[in-house]
């Protein structure tokens, strides 16, 4: 792939300039220097509990003065460095110096996936809001990836050799909170494709001097018997796969609960959240569900993470977001204005540790409720209470009724009995009155009326309930896509079989 798109980074549009090229440098320099300054404990933990206490569990003032120094170092490098930032500066009339501190971040409105889709095709194939311009590119190293395109086209990213410093620096000290140390051994699942998530995950272990077996490219009989013959300590894949490799294993006779899996390092899909999917994969596996939180947006490196602390008995299960290298703030969905700590709200990051995929308040666009009270696992950074269960996105509307996947998974699983495979197919019909249906797995047709039963009390919505012959849905491998909407489409193909992969 070519990197050489002419005009894309302010740097090289601007080369003609010796002062505006002086600038780019100088302000690149002075952010380089800032990130630098507060990198803490780079090559290992400093304590067996925290991998940086300085960072990890530093002060709200101490944690916000952090913030403020890499903002005043990050704004006026974006401003230089990036066509994008600076076309939307002058846009809004503003000049970076408007922006110092975290309570200057309102004042600038979030970024949302459509203006940075609309920039990257007005200039294919990367956009112009990276700080990287060509000469750059070359010199430093970089890794592609794409966006699950879950919302539209996949949009693309590269990360320099400078981010993937970082990335595993961070990710290393996410996976040490989630109790990650050198004796564990790590089976990673994924077909290492262009998705962030595993390849940062290796890249951290590789810093944490911990044993990996890569699992990809094998069928799920092929991985249970890797987890029997090389007893790995943790798996790391999506919710459904844990589900599917579960069951496989007891397949083959094998017990998951009483293998050498303690942790389950799960991505993709919200499990972690819900509470009825959690406690499935944790009675599967007798093993602990941790996880990370983040968007290839906002990356290279996580944002959220769990902590040892993460499910205290009967409190919601609650994930840390790393403040030291991002600032997380919660809006209003409709007015995007900040909501105070305790309330609901969609997710904003603004990145200031990456110079290829920099974000000055991104609308991730999770709903979370933010809390900013000290840990029991001692560290400090704000946690979203509850976990991530829901974008903005995906909300499904039925008569009015708004709900999320989540929700509804949360109201199938609270069925005892029911099969891990489940399926929601949403139609129209001609008295206009759109129909759910949810299909479900069980021995006993009866248990149909429970499981409407549950959908009514979580969800507040009625809907019909097909119970069908274990076995007969397709299993779900990778990510499941459980929710058919077929509203706009011909009536009666109810029957066909979903994406199962
Ligand atoms: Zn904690």
């Not at 975290?102 to 409105?109: E, N």
């Not at 309930?465 to 193909?493: C, M, N």
């Amino acid at each position: 792939m070519d990197g050489a798109t002419e005009g894309r980074v302010s740097g090289s549009a601007r080369s003609g300039h010796p002062e505006g090229a002086g600038r780019a440098a100088e302000t690149r320099r002075r952010w380089l220097e800032t990130l630098a300054r507060f990198r803490r404990d780079p090559d290992r933990p400093a304590t067996t509990a925290y991998w940086s206490p300085s960072l990890d569990c530093a002060s709200r003032d101490e944690l916000t003065q952090i913030q403020n120094t890499k903002l005043a170092a990050s704004v006026p490098f974006l401003y230089e460095n990036s066509a994008f930032y600076r076309r939307r500066f002058a846009r809004l009339g503003m000049t970076p110096d408007e922006i110092r501190s975290t309570g200057d971040l309102a004042k600038w409105p979030p970024i949302d996936k459509a203006e940075m889709m609309a920039d990257a095709l007005a200039h294919p194939p990367y956009g112009t809001y990276t700080c990287v311009d060509d000469a750059l590119w070359a010199e430093r190293g970089w890794m592609l990836f794409s966006s699950s395109g879950s919302t539209g086209t996949p949009r693309v990213f590269r990360y320099t050799q400078n981010d993937r410093e970082t990335w595993a620096w961070a990710n290393a000290r996410a996976l040490h909170a989630m109790g990650f140390r050198p004796r564990d051994s790590v089976l990673l699942i994924s077909g290492f494709g262009p998705h962030v998530w595993l390849w940062g995950v290796q890249a951290a272990l590789v810093l944490m001097g911990i044993a990996v077996l890569p699992g990809g490219g094998l069928d799920a009989k092929a991985r249970a018997g890797m987890i029997a013959r090389f007893k790995p300590t943790a798996i790391a894949c999506t919710v459904s796969y844990a589900l599917y490799l579960g069951r496989a294993l007891q397949e083959l006779g094998l017990d998951p609960a009483a293998s050498s899996i303690d942790k389950l390092f799960i991505a993709g899909e919200p499990g972690a959240a819900i509470p009825h999917t959690r406690e499935r994969l944790q009675d599967l596996w007798g093993a602990r569900v941790v996880e990370f939180y983040g968007c290839t947006e906002a990356a290279p490196h996580v944002g959220g993470y769990s902590c040892p602390a993460a499910e205290a008995p009967g409190r919601p299960v609650a994930t840390h977001l790393m403040e030291d290298v991002q600032v997380w703030e919660l809006v209003d969905p409709d007015t995007h204005r900040p909501v105070a700590d305790g309330e609901r709200g969609l997710t904003v990051c603004t990145n200031l540790a990456t110079e290829a995929s920099p974000q000055l308040r991104f609308l991730v666009g999770d709903y979370a409720v933010f809390d900013r009270r000290p840990c029991a696992c001692g560290r400090t950074h704000v946690r979203a209470l509850g976990g991530f269960a829901g974008r903005a996105d995906d909300l499904v509307n039925l008569r009015g009724v708004k709900m999320y996947p989540a929700q509804l998974e949360q109201a199938v699983r609270a069925v005892p009995g029911v099969g891990d495979e489940y399926e929601i197919v949403i139609t129209a019909h001609d008295d206009g009155l759109d129909r759910m249906t949810v299909r479900v797995e069980h021995a006993d047709g009866a248990i149909g009326a429970q499981v409407a039963a549950s959908v009514r009390t979580h969800c507040e919505v009625r809907v019909d309930v097909e119970v069908l012959a274990r076995g007969t849905l397709p299993r779900t491998e990778f990510k499941a896509k459980r929710i058919r909407d077929l509203r706009g489409q011909t009536p009666d193909v109810t029957n066909q079989k979903p994406e199962g992969r």
